[in-house]
């Protein structure tokens, strides 16, 4: 009797931890800090795959069935009963990798979501341009070799998608050409050379390493060609974030204008259009917190708070004049504090309804949301993960906590309804299928899209659509979880997949070293042109330009290359924020398009 009885459940664990295991350990090994990183999971992938071929774990290992491991490399016995067993096994190796895929993008959509529109002003939209200008021409480049050159459409997809090392387009093409092999079966239709989906995984691997090199290298070319200095350049970028800076300003002023004396706080007309706001008031040696009905008198000392400093100079040019006097809390039985609104109950309720500067003599001087700060007003509805900025004593912030929740521990947890209700909606848009005339598989953002999309669109809307009665926040550490857990089984997957379907053989005797040629030119050619005319000629900051370069490419090594060069990485890391979303989008569309725009040459 066997020591082990494993089941097919048991066996494609084992295979998805060994492949996840080396091929993690292989991602950490970095020279001169680049390395494959989580790329890395896929080569472990294909050396399981190629190892359990070879040591007959995998008695029969087609493209057209994926049989049962059989213990000690017994054959099977292709029986009705062995054949429901290989068709089981398939398919819970294409849910899991599938599934992995759908929690990646989704949890990238929720991380970038908040500040996607953000992006869309100022000079991010020059960069968007040039990423933008970075994905349409890597895919005519990939194109043209299949157009040009002969190359076969499966193989063309697998070399576009691991020469810009992105592995949602490495799903959507592989859905894609599923789709039409199915769509032609279907309508009994020969199924053209060049469909094969796991040509598509071999052709990815092949290309992923220089696409991994290509962004590194390019950001020293463009570095060594212009002379760049990297310290000349990093506070240049500091000079021109001081003078954008856009946070909110503050000065205090003395009551004295007549006309003001004796009217309260809310019947200041400066004060009263949201633009201004006043959080202390000192009269004598007595710091208090001024509510609406504060009457205030002639040489009162008010703290201003204000988004603009001619918004701020208008209102003390009208109340009085501006006077150089220390508001601090400190001596004083006030206390300032930032609490956190993680109290389900009250989301979407506004401060008004919360009574909170009545109930609890505090002033709340402003709102951090998203990293951006503002002046709240009593109509500011307040969602989760919002900072209040309370001004008040300390026995009243603390009674404001209570209300608004103030919870490190919420601020941790993962909420999982959300998360189900965007993966259904996500389901529902990746699946919502587009006609295209002549073809025979519709047109969907499919399983990376669809999740992607509904993301970002939630994680900025959804308590509005929802009413406050539900939120899309996500803390840090949950969503880089389940984002590394959906990348490592999407591509331990893939590479085992790849690894036993003779990944080896092609890149040895086969096409390999061709696809890896053609996928330098996919990698290198679009990010040199473009990064250069984003340094030279648009003047964009270098470091900005080298963290959109890594954002174009999706590609985190390249990033932290760029995080690097020099002691602040905000550029850089920006750079890559903005640029990431519109490119993730991108790059799961344009593997279809190419389809489409290939098949239907084809079809001529």
């Known amino acids: 009797m066997s020591l082990f009885s494993f089941s097919e459940i048991s066996i494609i664990t084992i295979m998805i931890a060994l492949s996840s295991v080396i091929g993690i350990a292989l991602g950490a090994v970095k020279y001169k800090g680049v390395g494959l990183g989580i790329g890395g999971v896929l080569f472990g992938g294909i050396f399981m795959g190629w190892l359990a071929q070879k040591m007959g774990w995998i008695p029969e290992f087609s493209k057209d069935s994926f049989d049962v491991l059989a213990a000690g490399g017994v054959d099977v016995v292709k029986t009705a009963e062995s054949v429901n067993k290989v068709q089981c096994f398939k398919h819970i190796l294409h849910y899991v990798q599938e599934f992995g895929l759908i929690l990646f993008v989704y949890t990238i959509g929720i991380q970038v979501g908040p500040g996607f529109f953000a992006s869309l002003r100022g000079s991010g939209v020059k960069l968007i341009g040039y990423a933008i200008a970075i994905v349409f021409l890597g895919a005519s480049i990939a194109l043209s070799f299949n157009v040009f050159f002969g190359l076969n459409l499966d193989s063309t997809v697998g070399i576009y998608a691991g020469a810009v090392t992105n592995t949602p387009a490495l799903g959507a093409g592989q859905a894609m050409i599923g789709d039409l092999v199915n769509g032609l079966n279907e309508q009994g239709l020969a199924v053209p050379e060049g469909f094969d989906v796991k040509n598509v995984a071999s052709a990815y691997a092949v290309a992923y390493p220089f696409g991994i090199c290509g962004i590194l290298l390019t950001m020293l070319l463009i570095r060594f060609f212009f002379s760049v200095n990297i310290n000349a350049e990093g506070e240049k970028y500091e000079l021109q974030k001081k003078s954008n800076r856009k946070d909110l300003h503050t000065q205090n002023v003395s009551v004295n204008n007549s006309d003001l004396f004796g009217l309260k706080i809310s019947e200041i007309s400066v004060l009263q259009k949201g633009k201004v706001g006043c959080s202390r008031l000192k009269r004598g040696n007595i710091l208090m917190v001024p509510k609406s009905d504060t009457v205030v008198y002639a040489g009162d000392i008010l703290h201003l708070i204000g988004e603009k400093d001619e ?28 609490v956190v609104v993680t109290n389900e109950k009250i989301l979407g309720k506004t401060l008004d309804a919360l009574e909170i500067k009545s109930k609890f003599d505090v002033a709340v001087s402003r709102l951090i949301r998203t990293g951006m700060e503002f002046i709240p007003h009593s109509g500011t509805v307040l969602h989760f993960g919002d900072q209040l900025n309370i001004v008040g004593r300390k026995e009243s912030i603390d009674a404001v906590a209570n209300v608004v929740g103030d919870s490190a521990v919420a601020m941790q947890k993962v909420h999982m309804m959300p998360v189900f209700v965007g993966l259904v909606l996500g389901m529902f848009l990746g699946c919502l299928a587009i006609p295209v005339p002549g073809l025979p598989a519709a047109l969907k953002l499919g399983l990376a899209g669809g999740p992607l999309v509904v993301a970002i669109l939630l994680s900025r809307f959804g308590h509005v659509i929802t009413m406050g009665k539900m939120h899309w926040f996500m803390p840090a550490s949950g969503n880089s979880a389940l984002r590394e857990i959906g990348i490592v089984l999407f591509l331990a997957i893939v590479g085992f997949n790849s690894g036993a379907n003779g990944f080896v053989d092609t890149l040895v005797g086969g096409d390999g070293l061709k696809w890896m040629g053609y996928g330098v030119f996919v990698t290198f050619i679009p990010i040199f042109i473009c990064g250069i005319l984003a340094y030279k000629f648009s003047k964009i900051n270098y470091l900005s330009v080298c963290g959109a370069m890594a954002g174009s490419m999706t590609d985190p090594p390249a990033l932290a290359f760029a995080n690097g060069m020099y002691k602040n990485s905000e550029a850089s890391s920006l750079g890559y924020a903005t640029v990431y979303p519109f490119t993730m989008f991108l790059r799961i569309l344009t593997p279809q398009l190419m389809i489409v725009i290939a098949y239907a040459l084809m079809s001529k």
């Open 311 to 338: 918004d701020l100079n208008d209102a003390c040019s009208f109340i009085g004049e501006t006077v150089q006097v220390s508001l601090t809390t400190k001596g004083t039985d006030l206390s300032v504090r930032k």
